[in-house]
């Protein structure tokens, strides 16, 4: 079974730097030569979008519940087999959320380095850590990562609180020209940067050149991650290919960027051809039997894309053909009538919905939910800050994975399904390939 080191990345909360870090681990050996396979925890575009370019190496998202057990087990066996070591960047705070990052490194038995932004504080930290680690007796702590120390006494400070059973891994004074940029629902994407982090990342691994490689995956002990047993299911549906065949459209540029790797890599797998193009600059979509506009960042772009009067005249035209059409969050303000900006300004979108987005500089929607189709159920996520007014009725709501109150609304017109949600596609590969196949008829829109 394949076998390789493993470290968990986790911090008591939000903020603490675990992606920034995670980053400098990931070059820092890697230009040492060591192949380095980061994961993120959770529902995440942007957090990986910027590990992948400081690892060299797609970085995959990990969630007991939606992606599920399955997934997860196969994804790191994948792993192990052609790696030095693998890291798994955790979300919110160690014990947050249901599953937590707890849950999932209990679930593998991967120790967990925690990440811990130290400033305004001292022999405190040690406090703090110790707590962690004593939480749960499945989840081994490895180690503290002490960030933003103001000097190398503080760091000693910490050091001497600790416990023996809990190390100081090491620890990075404050500097801001290791920081990583951010914007209302995280991090810049690393598309629209990545020059800029290029000089951060390599800064940031010369922090840790002071560290000696072999100690450091020393900490990450060796762990065997069972491959799953491939279902009949699977096998059959992967043997089917129910998507030879079919030419799949898919929004990518800086406005529709929020694409999971492991969603465009099984409608690969169940035989589509894949096609990208850029609503912001492109004047048409390629010939395609299927089109999915993925979320993103529309109200960045939204006058550009207000302006591409052919691209949506485009998008009218595909939608009026019969032809189906997956449109998630970002993507599903751009089919709306209207964007309307947080200073007020509307702007004109692709109008296959009457409706129209409102942005909103606080507040929204986030959480896992399964959304209720004809072509069946498919967990996934949503992450918004914006509302939709003026929208037909729904096709359904989603179901929410933790409370009983209705989720997003789904919508169907014609060939479009549209809503806020994220669909992470293996949770259910079948229906995917119902929805991109149009198996379930719908009439042509009427414009």
């Not at 968990?8 to 995670?22: D, M, Y």
């Not at 930290?125 to 002490?146: E, H, K, P, S, T």
């Not at 990583?180 to 691994?205: K, M, N, S, T």
């Not at 409706?355 to 072509?375: F, I, N, S, W, Y």
Request: glycine content about 8%.
């Amino acid at each position: 079974m394949p076998a390789c080191p493993a470290l968990f990345l986790s911090a008591p909360a939000s903020g603490q730097g675990k992606t920034t870090i995670s980053a400098f681990i990931a070059r820092w050996l890697r230009n040492q030569g060591l192949r380095v396979r980061v994961f993120k925890t959770g529902p995440d575009y942007l957090d990986p979008q910027i590990l992948q370019q400081a690892s060299g190496q797609p970085v995959e998202q990990l969630d007991i519940w939606m992606c599920g057990e399955t997934y997860c087990r196969e994804r790191l066996a994948l792993a192990a087999a052609s790696n030095d070591l693998i890291l798994i960047e955790g979300a919110m705070g160690m014990f947050d959320g249901n599953p937590s990052s707890a849950d999932l490194a209990a679930l593998f038995n991967i120790p967990v380095a925690v990440i811990m932004d130290v400033s305004g504080m001292a022999q405190t930290a040690a406090a703090l850590v110790n707590g962690l680690a004593m939480q749960r007796a499945d989840v081994r702590v490895a180690g503290l990562i002490a960030n933003r120390c103001g000097s190398q006494y503080h760091a000693d400070l910490i050091r001497d609180a600790l416990p023996d059973s809990i190390p100081l891994l090491f620890s990075l004074q404050r500097n801001d020209e290791v920081t990583l940029p951010e914007r209302h629902l995280g991090l810049v994407q690393a598309c629209e940067i990545a020059d800029e982090l290029e000089p951060i990342f390599e800064r940031g691994a010369a922090l840790l050149a002071h560290l000696n490689a072999r100690d450091f995956l020393a900490l990450a002990p060796v762990v065997e991650f069972h491959a799953p047993v491939q279902s009949r299911d699977a096998e059959t549906l992967s043997a089917k290919a129910p998507l030879a065949g079919k030419t799949i459209a898919i929004a990518r540029d800086a406005a529709f960027s929020f694409i999971y790797s492991a969603n465009t890599g099984l409608l690969e797998t169940l035989g589509a051809e894949l096609r990208y193009f850029s609503p912001l600059t492109d004047a048409h979509i390629p010939p395609a039997d299927a089109l999915w506009l993925p979320g993103g960042y529309p109200e960045l772009h939204a006058h550009t894309l207000q302006a591409n009067h052919s691209m949506r005249q485009s998008l009218r035209e595909f939608h009026q053909s019969g032809k189906p059409i997956l449109a998630e969050c970002g993507g599903f303000l751009y089919c709306l009538e209207q964007l309307t900006q947080l200073d007020g300004t509307s702007l004109q979108m692709a109008g296959l919905l009457p409706g129209t987005g409102v942005m909103r500089d606080r507040g929204g929607c986030q959480g896992m939910q399964t959304a209720l189709l004809p072509e069946g159920e498919v967990r996934g996520h949503a992450h918004h800050r914006s509302a939709a007014s003026g929208l037909p009725e729904a096709l359904s709501h989603a179901r929410r994975s933790r409370h009983p109150a209705p989720g997003e609304a789904m919508y169907r017109v014609g060939s479009l399904t549209a809503g806020y949600l994220h669909l992470f596609f293996p949770a259910n590969p079948q229906a995917i390939a119902d929805l991109f196949s149009g198996a379930v008829q719908a009439e042509p829109a009427q414009l």
